[in-house]
């Protein structure tokens, strides 16, 4: 069976200075892996996506992953953070027809 | 991308009553779910909703407590059945694209 795992459940960054939400997978055979967002009282928005391809996967808003195969590993990361980011971020992993969520990392970007 | 839309967007419901939440998608999907979410938590698949047929449901969810439908590619139903306390959560339709999964906007039930 699928797994993700997000180790921390809180990142705290400035405003203006790098993110990185880290995101580790296991699976059976090729993983397709995702990032989704959550601002409070709203619903899973869609950030990127790895199927195949280059390692490194440019998203919405900013955002871009980089797929490490021998590592297993699918690290969120943003250059400059703005306080806009505050959010809990997903990482989901999906086999067969089945998206697997990691446990959530809840961003806060202090001004 | 797909849109997706929920009703109700929130409700309050008393013990032993039932709550049936509406899933509409502007485009056709390949496949669609329910799951559902703590505030703060991570997602838990309730079902997939199959068009036409009975909902897939996963382990330890219940046809008689989470009846589902889907009578066409976009639209589907999720009721809770005698609700309790427990059953307070949000609940969160999905729709399958492509290669990309969309979600809804969720519903926020409170069971007092």
């Known amino acids: 069976a699928q797994s993700v795992a997000q180790p921390e459940d809180q990142v705290n960054v400035a405003e203006g200075n790098p993110l990185t939400v880290k995101c580790t997978y296991s699976?059976?055979?090729?993983?397709?892996l995702f990032w989704y967002v959550q601002y409070p009282n709203r619903g899973l928005q869609f950030l990127l996506k790895?199927?195949?391809?280059?390692?490194l996967v440019k998203g919405s808003y900013g955002f871009e992953a980089e797929f490490n195969k021998s590592q297993t590993s699918f690290h969120l990361k943003k250059p400059s953070a703005l306080v806009s980011d505050s959010a809990l971020y997903f990482c989901?992993?999906?086999?067969?027809?089945?998206?697997?969520f990691g446990g959530g990392t809840r961003v806060l970007v202090k001004p | 991308s797909a849109v997706i839309s929920q009703k109700p967007s929130r409700d309050i419901c008393q013990r032993g009553t039932s709550l049936t939440i509406q899933c509409q998608v502007d485009?056709?999907?390949?496949?669609m779910f329910w799951y559902r979410q703590q505030p703060g938590q991570s997602l838990t698949l309730i079902a997939t909703?199959?068009?036409?047929?009975?909902?897939?449901?996963e382990s330890g969810f219940v046809i008689d407590k989470f009846p589902i439908s889907r009578p066409n590619l976009t639209f589907s139903t999720l009721t809770v059945s005698n609700m309790s306390p427990e059953d307070s959560s949000i609940y969160l339709c999905?729709?399958?694209?492509?290669?990309?999964?969309?979600f809804g906007p969720g519903t926020r039930l409170t069971v007092l």
């Open positions: 699976v059976s055979g090729n993983p397709y």
């Open positions: 485009s056709q999907v390949t496949m």
């Open positions: 909703a199959n068009q036409g047929s009975e909902a897939t449901y």
């Open positions: 999905s729709g399958r694209g492509t290669d990309t999964q969309y």
């Open positions: 989901a992993v999906a086999a067969g027809n089945k998206l697997t």
């Open positions: 790895y199927i195949t391809g280059d390692n």
